[in-house]
């Protein structure tokens, strides 16, 4: 008897278990509204990284297919936001992997710079753009997008401490090159 109840209450459980991954799933209605509008923002932050909009398009749209075909891995809407532009910097990321492993990579140079010429503020960009790529996509992250340190440090798989004490570092940088 106890056997039988013990099985019945572990089916009880797996089907509530199954009734909540239900309710937290995300529909499709919702992740078209996300991506209506937080698209911009993910092209930009890819753009940030790759410096090329066809490989920053690229890079969104394969990290928009990875969060809708890892949906269920969300564990609160909330944090949609910082989740996706995780797997977006990690695609846009691994896109520069493998384009240093077929020796495609460009310099700079050839891109244009963020500031148009004449802007008051154009040196400052300038000299984010000449940072290194880890501490440029701090900078983007934080100061241009928003994201808390605490998002950053999940975006970036790095503590929160390396993301404050790179922040700061960088600051002084840019202190300097006034």
């Known amino acids: ?51 090329h909009p066809e490989d920053a398009d690229d890079a969104v749209a394969e990290a928009l297919c990875k969060a809708w075909e890892r949906r269920e891995q969300l564990r609160s809407p909330d944090k949609m936001r910082s989740w996706v532009a995780k797997i977006t910097v990690n695609t846009a990321l691994s896109m520069i992997q493998k384009r240093k492993r077929v020796e495609l990579v ?10 148009e010429p004449g802007y008051p503020h154009s040196g400052i960009w300038h000299e984010i753009e000449s940072l290194a790529e880890q501490d440029r996509t701090l900078v983007y992250l934080y100061y241009i997008y928003g994201f808390s340190q605490k998002e950053i440090s999940a975006i970036l798989n790095i503590p929160t401490g390396t993301v404050k004490s790179r922040l700061y570092t960088v600051r002084q940088k840019l202190k300097n090159c006034r």
Request: with cysteine; hydrophobic share 40%; net charge positive.
């Open 106 to 115: 460009e310099s700079m140079d050839d891109y244009p710079t963020t500031a």
């Open 1 to 51: 008897m106890v056997h039988l109840w013990h099985r019945e209450v572990m089916h009880w459980k797996c089907a509530q278990k199954g009734r909540k991954k239900l309710r937290r799933s995300l529909t499709s209605r919702q992740f078209e509204q996300f991506v209506a509008t937080e698209r911009g923002m993910l092209v930009r932050l890819a753009m940030n990284i790759l410096h």
